[in-house]
């Protein structure tokens, strides 16, 4: 059988439509065709100059360079590579990224390709914080800022229709969806104890009442177009080997503790350097669902336990991570950075801000390599797992609720000005006084959300005009913070 992995020799490998498929073989280093380093290297930061918009469009600019135009890898390991991720704590468009890199050229292709998807949005949300902190109390500077806030909602929910219409399509995840909405926002159970029980009950629909799920194929169809470059039925050189796996964990644990130690070291338990890298340590391991589900554990700590900013300020990080390319969990850095300039320590507060949205980034960042490339050798030996696509669905349906339950969060504290707190046995919520509403920003939220919704702007061009009708609402004289 000839198991070269090159289209060119092997032009009857393009994947068929069909689940059951033979065994996939297995190539030698030397035997598979890759890409060249360097080739690969510059179209990795193509890419991530291009990622606005969130994770569906980053995925998008990827299904597009790397599936449809330069064919290096094929329809059906990309969505296996999506899939994995998607079921990875974390942002998963960095997280695929990083995968297919490992598949193109191992550790230091997925390295590199992981970080060079960070580095662009993590330098211009950098500055961006600091024009805030810097900037931010002034007039105009506040206007635009709530034309931005006030945009996120509509942006918000053109994520919740999205994920719904992927992933409500049977009732029992309707139910589900529901019930994580509701234990959000009225209960108050912990977030990552939402998306437990959203796997669990996942997998036991999968197991015992299979009827329940919708019953998806490993892909929506053939794959169209030339052989990739990498055989969808090859398998990567790099066995899941016992040695290979503790070694990745050694290493991958020493790469995200030793920051956290030295500064608890440096700065004292109770610093605020040690209080964030410890929280967004535990952040990186528990939420799942993608960025919008993150934000909505992030802001109920940083905002409300933390105190490092303010609701309206987590809405106005949002939009500047809109703003940027790259994965939008990089508001953390905002966070970070507020957080660090109002609680410096002994440190100059610019100081402090920096090290800290450094060291968040970082251990925000490092657990998605870990997980990456601790996982990625074990997923090309477990294809088209059923209780792994089980749970997966769960959790996806129940991010439809968490991301919902964001939506109402940034509202109330957007479009009103104060609210009322409700805490009768288990209820625990906040309601909007609504003698406090703002009239500005909901003339502008249903802009944007006509412009998203209506006219099918794009993120970015809709954003634009928001920040200007803030702008000009501010220099008006109207009420707008």
Known sequence: MNRDARP?????????AEVSEPEPSV???HEQTVVPFGTAVRAWFAI???TFGGPAGQIAVMQRSLVDEKRWIGQRRFLHALNYCTLLPGPEAQQLATYVGWLLHGTRGGLVAGGLFV????????ALSAIYVAFGTTTAITAVFAGLGAAVLAIVVQAVIRVA?????SRALVVLAVASFVALALFGVPFPVVVALAGVAGWALGRWLPSA???KKASDGPDEGPPPVISDDVLHHEAPTTRRTLKVLLVGLLVWGVPIAAVALLTGAGSVFTEQGLFFSGAAVVTFGGAYAVLAYVAQQAVEVYGWLAPREMVRGLALAETTPGPLIMVVQFVAFLGAYRNPGDLDPWVAAVLASLLVTWVTFVPSFLFVLLGAPYMERLRGNRSLSAALTGITAAVVGVIANLGVYFAVHTLFSDTVDVDSGPLAFELPDLTTLRPVAV???VVA????LRVKWSVLRTLGVCAVLGLLAGLTGLPVA
């Open 8 to 16: 060119e020799q092997d032009p009857g490998r393009s994947a068929p």
């Open 27 to 29: 190539v030698r280093p």
């Open 48 to 50: 991530s100059l291009q």
């Open 119 to 126: 580095l662009p949005g993590m330098v211009a949300l950098l």
């Open 165 to 169: 219409k992927k992933a409500l399509d």
């Open 213 to 215: 799920l919708p019953d």
């Open 443 to 445: 003339a502008i939220a």
């Open 449 to 452: 959300a006509v412009l998203l």
